[in-house]
């Protein structure tokens, strides 16, 4: 991806500059965000990382910090080749003494501008150290950085960047209903071939040698909360569909007050496969969930707009089958989601940000913000797997 173009040079006479140094450095306190140094390796880029966010390297070493005091933590690296590349994903493991019943698996990060969810996830697992009585009916793996190569290249300032260093959207690449075309391209290429990437096939292998009960994926971009299908709207899940919708239901009214529902996709727009549809399908886990937890737009219009289609006649039962159904097809072309894909969406949103705009659209940019999100979605991640143990 081309780096944003810079401004030109202008002559600024000294009693401008003290001004616009003033300037500056009020709106930086005013955003309470501390800015780590400029980076020279990605010239052309706007800003730097705000210092309240992780680097790669700084989440595994807080990682390693808080399983130093957590006996039940277990922090371990897997490697994958595959296709002439290699990754490198770290893994977490929490468990405590028995044999709880909800088995589960969170994934963080597979987009990798979005840096929010790993660090929910980094949050959710320091929450479960702290809250060991979670153990006893739930037990944990995680992968916080699912995509590491492109996370690294954000970290540095490019923004925009969701895929892989492949160039290809991981969130697109699995072996549920994978459908791949010329017309493909840029943030949702789904590759050349299902599990054709070394992240997804080192995925594969964790997920399924797990064998979760509950599996959940985290992105950002809106808000939203979604059970499979997100391949078309003619399947319905008909496994755990009314457990699963009241579980999306208390979570919602407790956390988010945003649309939730069963994903799915237009009518002839072709999607290819998720590792929602593809957990729930290969691997039968009996509860998946895919969470949106992060909106840099309106909030409050989204969950207004959300409000007047949700309490129409006859939506209830749509929701619970396809949020891609024509009467909610207008609130995801105005907001869009990866996991409700209708045609005439095609992205412009995301095509039309450029340089630290992203960022703001992906990522809370002030450090309250942060803290609220990372707060409130670690507590709707207990509340779930809570309400999955008791349903089991």
């Known amino acids: 991806r081309a780096a944003p173009r810079g401004c030109r040079e202008m002559a600024v006479p000294n009693s401008m500059k003290h001004l616009i140094v003033a300037w500056t450095?009020?709106?930086?306190?005013?955003?309470?965000?501390?800015?780590?140094?400029?980076?020279?390796?990605?010239?052309g880029f706007e800003r730097s990382l705000p210092s309240f966010y992780h680097t790669s390297q700084e989440l595994k070493d807080e990682l390693q910090q808080v399983a130093g005091n957590c006996p039940e933590m277990i922090l371990r690296t897997e490697t994958a080749s595959y296709a002439g590349r290699s990754v490198e994903l770290d893994v977490v493991s929490i468990k405590g003494n028995g044999q709880p019943k909800n088995k589960v698996f969170l994934l963080f990060g597979e987009h990798a501008r979005e840096l929010i969810s790993a660090e929910s996830g980094l949050h959710f697992a320091k929450t479960v150290c702290e809250q060991k009585?979670?153990?006893?009916?739930?037990?944990?793996?995680?992968?916080?950085n699912a995509n590491p190569g492109s996370r690294a290249k954000v970290e540095q300032g490019d923004w925009c960047l969701r895929v892989n260093p492949n160039g290809v959207d991981l969130n697109r690449n699995w072996d549920e209903h994978w459908e791949g075309d010329a017309s493909y391209g840029g943030d949702t290429n789904p590759g050349e071939g299902p599990f054709s990437e070394a992240e997804t096939q080192l995925l594969k292998k964790l997920v399924s040698?797990?064998?979760?009960?509950?599996?959940?994926?985290?992105?950002?971009?809106?808000?939203?909360m979604y059970m499979p299908w997100a391949f078309d709207m003619q399947h319905l899940a008909d496994r755990n569909q009314e457990s699963m919708m009241q579980?999306?239901?208390?979570?919602?009214?407790?956390?988010?007050?945003?649309?939730?529902?069963?994903?799915?996709r237009e009518v002839g727009y072709s999607c290819p496969g998720t590792c929602?549809?593809?957990?729930?399908?290969?691997?039968?886990?009996?509860y998946a969930f895919a969470y949106e937890i992060y909106y840099g737009g309106s909030p409050d219009e989204l969950r207004e707009r959300w409000q007047e289609k949700v309490h129409l006649p006859g939506a209830?039962?749509?929701?619970?089958?396809?949020?891609?159904?024509?009467?909610?097809?207008d609130l995801?072309?105005?907001?869009?989601?990866?996991?409700?894909?209708?045609?005439?969406?095609?992205?412009?949103?995301?095509?039309?940000?450029?340089?630290?705009?992203?960022?703001?659209?992906?990522?809370?940019d002030t450090e309250e913000k942060y803290r609220e999100t990372v707060e409130n979605w670690s507590k709707a991640y207990l509340d779930t797997v809570e309400q999955v143990a008791l349903k089991l």
């Open 25 to 43: 450095v009020g709106i930086a306190i005013a955003a309470k965000t501390r800015l780590r140094p400029r980076s020279e390796s990605v010239a």
């Open 133 to 144: 009585n979670v153990l006893r009916n739930n037990e944990f793996m995680m992968v916080l």
């Open 209 to 224: 040698s797990y064998e979760p009960t509950t599996f959940l994926t985290i992105h950002s971009g809106t808000l939203g």
């Open 247 to 264: 579980i999306l239901q208390k979570v919602d009214e407790d956390h988010c007050q945003c649309p939730f529902g069963a994903a799915g």
């Open 276 to 286: 929602l549809d593809w957990v729930f399908d290969k691997l039968k886990t009996p």
């Open 316 to 329: 209830s039962l749509i929701q619970a089958q396809s949020l891609a159904h024509p009467h909610f097809k």
């Open 332 to 364: 995801y072309v105005q907001y869009p989601s990866s996991f409700i894909q209708v045609a005439s969406q095609q992205h412009e949103e995301d095509n039309a940000l450029q340089g630290f705009a992203c960022f703001g659209m992906f990522n809370p």
